[in-house]
């Protein structure tokens, strides 16, 4: 059973950054590799809405428009890691992210071809 947890959460000043991180374990780094990864976030009262995802060897990347330019996602595939790095935070990117995993980086940017969820990690960003 494959897992994923993130940390890297927390409370940051509207212009600050936040780098989230994501370990997959349950799954050994071959296998790891054929995953693409994701993130995601689900704000109060909204649906839970496509971030950025990366592709099985990290050659593709595909960003939400809302995102794209402040938010790089990478991946380490030896640590089994995913991370989000988060730049120029805006009071409106408060919400709970989720790390996900799927087939392939452009279904999972269509939330499509999800396999795995983490339980989520809070970033609260203040105005």
């Known amino acids: 059973q494959v897992q994923l947890v993130e940390s890297g959460g927390g409370l940051v000043q509207t212009g600050g950054s936040l780098r989230l991180s994501c370990i997959a374990s349950?799954?050994?780094?071959?296998?790891?590799?054929?995953?693409?990864m994701g993130w995601f976030r689900q704000a109060p009262g909204k649906e839970r809405e496509f971030l950025a995802a990366i592709s099985w060897m990290a050659g593709l990347t595909y960003y939400a428009d809302y995102v794209k330019g402040r938010f790089t996602i990478s991946r380490d595939n030896a640590k089994n890691t995913v991370l989000l790095q988060m730049d120029s935070l805006k009071p409106e990117d408060t919400a709970v992210y989720y790390c996900?995993?799927?087939?392939?980086?452009?279904?999972?940017?269509?939330?499509?071809?999800?396999?795995?969820w983490g339980k989520g990690t809070l970033v609260t960003v203040s105005s």
């Open positions: 349950g799954v050994a780094e071959r296998t790891f590799t054929n995953y693409a």
């Open positions: 996900a995993s799927g087939g392939a980086a452009q279904s999972m940017s269509a939330n499509l071809g999800i396999n795995y």
